[in-house]
Antibody, heavy 122, light 105 residues
Framework: QVQLQESGPGLVKPSQTLSLTCTVS??????????WSWIRQPAGKGLEWIGR???????NYKRSMKSRVSISVDTSKNQFSLKLSSLTAADTAVYYC??????????????WGQGTLVTVSS | YELTQPSSVSVSPGQTASISCSGDQVADGYVCWYQQRPGQSPILVIF???ERPSGIPERFSGSTSGNTATLTISGTQPMDEADYYCQAWEYGTVIFGGGTKLTVL
């Protein structure tokens, strides 16, 4: 059974950089034909895709966040990570990591982590 | 949100619920739907417009016509009460709808 687990600080100060890690078990990032995404959800609001990384290290980001986001992969640890800079209160959300399975030009998220709440506050 | 969903839909137990998702990107196909119960992570219920992952009940189905995708839940059960999100793609990135709260009453 594939499992994803987010980890990182629950509280970050404005203007700082958020760092989150997703640890994958039950699947190998190195061997599969998947992508690995970060998705967030502010309280009471909808889902927002942030970006993804492939096992090769190639990435795609949401255009409006591209200047602040970096996603990387460490296949030796079976982990991938998110860095989000210049934080504001608007970045307060539950952050999910998810596995993406590709079909033609698009992707579906078939496994999700449990989510981790990140609050941006001084 | 680039995909438009109704904010809420209500249905009586045993009846059919329909949730729409509209946007130019829907016409390109491959729409997915997710169910999210309160305090839980989303679950994929439909992919590629009308395919069900293993373990998803047959009462969940999807369809697409032009720029509108529809999630249909036949014989709705109280356990289906949740938020539902559609998802599509645009220029190699992922977009979600704003979500629909399904109330079973």
């Amino acid at each position: 059974q594939v499992q994803l687990q987010e980890s990182g600080p629950g509280l970050v100060k404005p203007s700082q950089t958020l760092s989150l890690t997703c640890t994958v078990s039950g699947d190998s990032i190195h061997s599969g034909e998947y992508s690995w995404s970060w998705i967030r959800q502010p309280a009471g609001k909808g889902l927002e895709w942030i970006g993804r990384v492939y096992r090769s290290g190639n990435t795609n980001y949401k255009r409006s966040m591209k200047s602040r986001v970096s996603i990387s992969v460490d296949t030796s640890k079976n982990q991938f990570s998110l860095k989000l800079s210049s934080l504001t209160a608007a970045d307060t959300a539950v952050y999910y990591c998810a596995r993406g399975t590709h079909s033609g030009p698009t992707v579906r998220f078939d496994y999700w982590g449990q989510g981790t709440l990140v609050t941006v506050s001084s | 949100y680039e995909l438009t969903q109704p904010s809420s839909v209500s249905v009586s137990p045993g009846q059919t619920a329909s949730i729409s998702c509209s946007g130019d990107q829907v016409a390109d196909g491959y729409v997915c739907w997710y169910q999210q119960r309160p305090g839980q992570s989303p679950i994929l219920v439909i992919f590629q417009d009308n395919e069900r992952p293993s373990g998803i009940p047959e009462r969940f189905s999807g369809s697409t016509s032009g720029n509108t995708a529809t999630l249909t839940i036949s014989g709705t059960q109280p356990m289906d009460e949740a938020d539902y999100y559609c998802q599509a793609w645009e220029y190699g990135t992922v977009i979600f709808g704003g979500g629909t709260k399904l109330t079973v009453l």
